[in-house]
């Protein structure tokens, strides 16, 4: 089978794995594991390599045993077909039905495989067309470029640069709720006046004087820039 309706297809878990590749060379800078994909989906690393091989088969991914996949332009541009789709369904969902900021990425999840190509691009027209989603991610355009993200990790700043936050990572919803409540949301100026090696803590001050301590694990959710 060498076609794509399977991944426009909403009880298709193609579409997942496609993400989730994408997702995971994005991180890694290359190859998505076996590992990595199957703990991001809850699912068995045998599943992941009978997939990845079925994938392979329909000319999405390039799959090497015991190092993982990497997408071919073909599975790129499926990929960024959903993650365009996904976070435009985020942004739709906070700003005209109400949802919070940490409930939207599992809504959309559920959405994306059940709306069309048209759909998406009349959500995007109707929010007038977004850079970036409420997370701070870049919405691929529709002709599927994506912008260059120069933005770094917390965790890799060093003490008394002042940083803007360009974006969080979206999976825990818990996190996002605990960053929301503290107003450390994209766009926001932080002054980091301390990063301390001994348990990777970082320390920040926002614009209102306001101190934060953020363990390693959080200092490594939040990304920024110097700008």
Known sequence: MNDLSETRSPSSSVGDYLKAVW???V???GTASTKGVAARLSVSPASVSNMFARLQ???LVRYERYRGATLTERGRE??????RRHR???TFLLEHLGYDWQEVHDEAERLEHAVSDGFTERLAELLGHP??????DPIPSAEGSLEVDDSMALSQV????????SKVRDEDAAMLDYLGDRNLVPGRWLRVREVRELDGVVVVEDEEAEVYALG????????????
Do not use: K, Q, W, Y
Not at 131 to 136: E, M, S, V
């Open 23 to 25: 997702e995971l060379a």
């Open 131 to 136: 850079d970036h989603d409420p997370h701070g």
């Open 88 to 90: 435009l369904i985020e």
């Open 27 to 29: 991180d890694s800078g």
């Open 216 to 227: 390693d694990p959080l200092a490594r959710s939040i990304f920024v820039r110097n700008d």
């Open 57 to 59: 088969e329909m000319g």
């Open 78 to 83: 499926e990929a960024l077909r959903l993650v």
């Open 158 to 165: 060093v003490a008394g640069r002042r940083v803007r936050i």
